[in-house]
């Protein structure tokens, strides 16, 4: 509820700009984006898309900025640096890591430039950080979520034992969702083991599918990331017909749809990148505009499976959903 509040009154704030008529000159401020995800990442289309999108609408200038290599923390926080020295209006960042990002972002925030996290954050939230919001999902509780609504109907208690895709061990986001879906596992007295995928879907799929056929016990795949597009791959090969594995993870990368579509691929969990992206330069344009606090936005838990998946697929066509 708080969230639909929130985004209300974004859209009031912005209905009043521009039915007031105010005309926005280009580029008065420019805001850095600066991400961990490689450029191979397709999930960060959304994201870019909301940010340009609202740079555009508010007349600001916006600069994208990606490791070539996923997870390369060492480039992100060079990239963090070099943009710092720029000295643009306002800085959007993820927090990949507990404290790597801290010095860098006191820095910026002490030298008068605003951050605003995206997508990932401290574990520790504002405790663990300078940021002065977060835009994101709540990480430990989406995987917590996310198994609850994968498990939903099975039994308490039974052998029921499930593979965990993780793809960017020891990574913030990847570790509070994995946290989320053991702790939700082991309330229901399943068993679990993790595995390193990597976020290379056609390496995740080798793995996962040597791993299933190591351990045909196997009730399900929980992916942390999108990696349940391999795990439904790999139980294609290996004869497992629709159902027959409960397979869900996060995320709406094409090839995901198309499992849903196929049946192999339970649901996923929407975290609207799109306004991870969108909201941040908002924020940043209402702070510098107006003397505006930052404020958090959970940018929430949407369920997509069977029920919604073609009209999802019309809107991710479209670098929205």
């Known amino acids: 509820m708080r969230r639909l509040v929130v985004l209300a009154l974004v859209g009031v704030v912005l209905l009043g700009l521009l039915g ?8 008065k401020y420019r805001f850095i984006f600066i991400s961990h995800a490689g450029e191979e990442n397709p999930f960060w289309a ?3 898309k909301g940010a340009q999108d609202a740079a555009n609408l508010l ?3 916006f600069t994208f900025v990606r490791p070539k290599e996923e997870g390369d923390l060492a480039a992100q926080l060079a990239n963090f640096k070099a943009a710092l020295a720029q000295k643009p209006d306002g800085i959007i960042t993820t927090i990949p890591h507990p404290d790597m990002f801290d010095e860098v972002i006191k820095e910026a925030i002490d030298a008068g430039i ?6 990932t954050d401290d574990p520790e939230g504002a405790k663990g950080n300078a940021r002065l919001a977060y835009i994101g999902q709540d990480l430990e509780q989406a995987g917590y979520f996310l198994a609850s609504k994968l498990t939903e109907g099975l039994p308490a208690g039974e052998k029921y034992h499930f593979l965990i895709s993780v793809g960017g061990p020891g990574l913030v986001w990847a570790e509070q969702r994995a946290k989320g879906i053991t702790r939700r596992l082991e309330e229901l007295g399943y068993t679990y083991e993790r595995l390193d995928t990597t976020m290379k879907m056609d390496v995740a799929q080798s793995r996962i599918q040597a791993y ?16 349940h597009a391999s ?11 629709p159902g027959d594995l ?18 192999y691929i339970k649901l996923t969990i929407d975290q609207q990148p ?7 330069i908002v924020q940043l344009y209402l702070m510098k505009e107006y003397g505006l606090s930052a404020w958090d936005v959970n940018t929430g838990n949407a369920v997509v499976d069977a029920s919604n998946v073609d009209l999802v697929i019309e809107l991710s066509q479209k670098r929205v959903r």
């Open 20 to 27: 007031g008529g105010q005309a926005f000159a280009a580029g």
């Open 231 to 241: 795990a439904a791959k790999a139980a294609k090969n290996l004869g497992y017909k």
């Open 46 to 48: 959304a994201v870019y």
């Open 246 to 263: 409960l397979i869900g993870g996060f995320d709406l990368v094409p090839e995901v749809l198309a499992e849903i579509k196929s049946g």
């Open 274 to 280: 799109y306004l991870q992206g969108y909201l941040p």
């Open 59 to 61: 007349g600001v200038d």
């Open 212 to 227: 299933l056929q190591a351990h045909p016990e196997t009730k399900g795949v929980i992916a942390v990331e999108y990696n």
């Open 114 to 119: 605003p951050v605003i996290c995206s997508n």
